[in-house]
């Protein structure tokens, strides 16, 4: 077994403790990371906080992973020693069912093995990436570009690709008007890529504080949600919505903004139920949809996408001893716009 430092947490309401995990010894086509970066995604705050349901404590989160690779077992094609690597929201799946052999791994039939709070195929739990060292299947291990920095990298591994696999499948591109709710984490890489596709990019943030960086980010409108007005103006006009809000909203509020056939993907995963009215979708022949993360080879596609197009999420390096005020300060929306974990300091 090889033993990695980590930063664990013990309950709902615990704060974060230095603790030491176990990772497997290589199998064949396994491959060890030395991590060097873990971003910090509201999901790992969700899980933490036990908003999802149960969770095995202690849970070490992360699934926002960058470093490099330290040792891979026998068989190992893909990667060598020294290469730089990401691992994201999944370290496994079953490889066999129709969605994972269509590269839908994330949608696999017998549920694919989350990085953290999962149990993996040897029957042990998985832990996350707020530690120095992962051992993975190569398959789930992703080929981090030489022109995007380590750090810059890691939200991609999760941010990225949950706002690039809907941008893509609903066919943002030219023409094509594209609102993006809440301007966080995932928000802010949503307004980065919808551009970098094409379409034209609207936020709608809870207010105009962060209108500055969101233009730069590329959008060409912004707008706060507190003022009513933003509703009436901008009724009926968006071919597609993403909702990366990680609180219940007012769905029908932003479905009524939908144009004709208009999407709103909801990406945001609060776990109360929402209330929605069928008359905001009916009369605008309008969808209401949801979207995990991405596959593999999206998830490469996109990593690729980024180098291709310098983007990189705006990021705020911190100690692993920062981890609890990273987490109150994201629950204020006071995030500029990803915090990471500077492995080294653990
Ligand atoms: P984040 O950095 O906290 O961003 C969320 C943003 O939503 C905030 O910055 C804020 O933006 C807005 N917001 C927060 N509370 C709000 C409220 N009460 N009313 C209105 N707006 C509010 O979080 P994130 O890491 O981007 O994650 C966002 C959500 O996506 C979480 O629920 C997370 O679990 C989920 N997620 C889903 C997937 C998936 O595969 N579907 C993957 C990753 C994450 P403004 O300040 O601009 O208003
Ligand atoms: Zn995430």
Redesign the pocket.
């Known amino acids: 077994m090889i033993t990695a430092k980590a930063r664990a947490v013990d309950g709902p309401d615990k704060s974060f403790r230095a603790a030491e995990i176990k990772r497997r010894n290589l199998d064949s086509h396994d491959v060890l990371i030395e991590i060097k970066y873990a971003g910090i995604?509201?999901?790992d705050?969700?899980t933490a906080h036990g908003e999802w349901g149960d969770v095995p404590y202690p849970l070490v989160p992360g699934h926002e992973i960058a470093g490099i690779v330290a040792d891979v077992g026998s068989e190992v094609t893909k990667y060598k020693v020294g290469d730089r690597a990401g691992v994201g929201?999944m370290v496994d799946s079953c490889g066999e069912c129709e969605n994972c052999r269509k590269g839908e791994e994330?949608y696999c039939l017998k549920g694919n093995v989350p990085t953290y709070a999962g149990v993996d195929k040897y029957g042990e739990p998985t832990q996350g990436g707020y530690s120095t060292h992962i051992v993975v299947t190569e398959d789930f291990v992703l080929k981090i570009p030489d022109n995007i920095e380590l750090d810059a990298a890691a939200p991609l591994l999760?941010?990225g690709i949950?706002t690039y696999s809907p941008l893509n499948h609903w066919g943002a591109g030219p023409g094509k008007k594209v609102a993006v709710?809440?301007?966080?984490?995932?928000?802010h890489m949503a307004v980065k890529i919808a551009h970098a596709m094409g379409a034209e990019v609207t936020?709608l943030?809870?207010?105009l504080?962060?209108k500055e960086d969101g233009l730069q980010f590329g959008a060409e409108n912004y707008y706060a949600?507190s003022d009513p007005a933003t509703f009436e103006k901008l009724a009926g006009t968006f071919d597609l919505i993403i909702n990366?809000?990680?609180?219940?909203?007012d769905m029908n509020a932003y479905l009524s903004l939908l144009a004709l056939d208009g999407t709103l993907v909801?990406?945001?995963?609060?776990a109360e139920p929402l209330a929605l009215n069928v008359f905001s979708l009916i009369p605008h022949r309008r969808s209401f949809a949801?979207?995990?993360?991405g596959g593999i080879r999206e998830t490469q596609e996109m990593l690729d996408f980024c180098a291709t197009h310098n983007i990189a999420p705006k990021i705020e390096v911190i100690s692993a001893d920062d981890i609890d005020e990273a987490y109150e300060r994201?629950?204020a929306?006071d995030?500029k716009?990803?915090f990471v974990i500077d492995i080294s300091t653990m």
């Open positions: 995604c509201h999901s705050i969700h929201c994330q999760c941010a949950t709710v809440g301007m966080g984490g995932l928000g936020v943030s809870q207010s504080r962060k949600t990366t809000v990680s609180a219940n909203i909801n990406v945001g995963a609060p949801g979207s995990l993360i994201v629950l929306s995030v716009y990803r």
